[in-house]
Structures are given as structure tokens and as C-alpha cells.
T-cell receptor, first 112, second 112 residues
Framework: DGGITQSPKYLFRKEGQNVTLSCEQN?????MYWYRQDPGQGLRLIYY???????QKGDIAEGYSVSREKKESFPLTVTSAQKNPTAFYLC???????????FGPGTRLLVL | GDSVTQMEGPVTLSEEAFLTINCTYT??????LFWYVQYPGEGLQLLLK?????DKGSNKGFEATYRKETTSFHLEKGSVQVSDSAVYFC???????????FGAGTTVTVRA
């Protein structure tokens, strides 16, 4: 089955710790995206990648980092600089940049 | 900048009732419009889309028509089921931009 997988489903972070959220797609999509969802709000764009080895900041990139070394993978690291990391994180991909985006199941990050 | 405004929820309906969720947008260009649905604890699923004025998107009994004159993309379903209980997000993607702009989401609960 083609699709987007995110792991883990739940992730706990201690103070001062960096954590990495995984996003993998086997749709052969060029573009990938990371969004953050807070309760009662829409999604906000953290980072996006148009193509492998390229990525750009979105609206709320501070405290986050990404890499795009492989076409199918776009991991997101939540660094200790992100002071309010508790949220639901959603990864998406599209066949080409600016085309329809499809979403993974999400990772819920909680701070201990 | 681009923005999307959705009617506030929550919305509670009985089975077989008619559902309407209002969505209006502000965009400088000619955006594509989307409705995504999020079931409890899951990621977003594309429900339907429309890419130009007067287009009607439809899927699973849901419909929405792209109205440029009223800058609206209201979601409708004639007879809802309990399984339609979810959060519905209206979104737009401007052809000159890369990102999806989301509304805040509308929570719909359908009671048997």
C-alpha cells in the first residue's frame, strides 16, 4: 500500500532534550511538508522540501530542524530551543511542489 | 496574506440531518480550495477539492462549490451518518505560493 507513515504515534520529551519525528512516504512524491496543530486551531507550516537535498523554512521554523537526504524521508527534529513543543505534528507530501498535499497519521508530542 | 475563515463549532446533528459548514477565503490570486477531514486521533484526509471558479468538488456524499463572487467554498452533505463525526478543515493554496492556509476547523458530532 502506498502512503505516508509517521512514527512514533506518541513521543515524550524531557526538558532540554532534542527529539526526532519520523516521516516516510512511498508515493514517489517530490515535495514534503511538516505542520504543527494546536488544539482548536488550524495547521501551521514548520518546514517544507520541494525536492531531495533542499528544504525551506515555513511560518514557524524557530526551534525546529529538518533534513532531506532521501526522497522518501523527511525527519523533523524538535530542539530544546522550542519552548512550547507540545502539539500534534503532521507530515504531508505532494507529487510535485504546489500540488495537492496528502497527510500522514501524525505524531503527538508531549513534554514531561 | 491569504486566509480562510470557517464557521465556529462545535456542530451537533442527528443522523440523516443536513450539514452545512461555511467557509470563506481571502486570497490575492486564484487559489485552489480544499476540504480536509480529521477523524479522532488521526491525520488529515483530503475530502474534496476545486481548482477554479464554479468547480464543484464531491466525495462520499459531500459537496462544495467554488464561488469566486462570494469568495466561498461551503461544505454540504444531505444526510449525515454517525461515521461523519470528525473535524473538518477548509484550506486554500494560492497558485503563486507554496503553502496551504487552513481554517481553524469545525468539529461535527452526529448522534444516532
Amino acid at each position: 500500500d502506498g502512503g505516508i507513515t509517521q512514527s512514533p504515534k506518541y513521543l515524550f520529551r524531557k526538558e532540554g532534550q532534542n527529539v526526532t519525528l519520523s516521516c516516510e512516504q512511498n508515493l514517489n512524491h517530490d515535495a514534503m511538508y511538516w505542520y504543527r496543530q494546536d488544539p482548536g486551531q488550524g495547521l501551521r507550516l514548520i518546514y517544507y522540501s520541494q525536492i531531495v537535498n533542499d528544504f525551506q523554512k515555513g511560518d514557524i521554523a524557530e526551534g525546529y530542524s529538518v533534513s532531506r537526504e532521501k526522497k522518501e524521508s523527511f525527519p523533523l527534529t524538535v530542539t530544546s530551543a522550542q519552548k512550547n513543543p507540545t502539539a500534534f505534528y503532521l507530515c504531508a507530501s505532494s507529487r510535485r511542489f504546489q500540488e495537492t498535499q496528502y497527510f500522514g497519521p501524525g505524531t503527538r508530542l508531549l513534554v514531561l | 496574506g491569504d486566509s480562510v475563515t470557517q464557521m465556529e463549532g462545535p456542530v451537533t446533528l442527528s443522523e440523516e440531518a443536513f450539514l452545512t459548514i461555511n467557509c470563506t477565503y481571502t486570497a490575492t490570486g486564484y487559489p485552489s480550495l480544499f476540504w480536509y477531514v480529521q477523524y479522532p486521533g488521526e491525520g488529515l484526509q483530503l475530502l474534496l477539492k476545486a481548482t477554479k471558479a464554479d468547480d464543484k468538488g464531491s466525495n462520499k456524499g459531500f459537496e462544495a462549490t467554488y464561488r469566486k463572487e462570494t469568495t466561498s467554498f461551503h461544505l454540504e452533505k444531505g444526510s449525515v451518518q454517525v461515521s461523519d463525526s470528525a473535524v473538518y478543515f477548509c484550506a486554500l493554496s494560492d497558485r503563486d505560493d507554496y503553502k496551504l492556509s487552513f481554517g481553524a476547523g469545525t468539529t461535527v458530532t452526529v448522534r444516532a
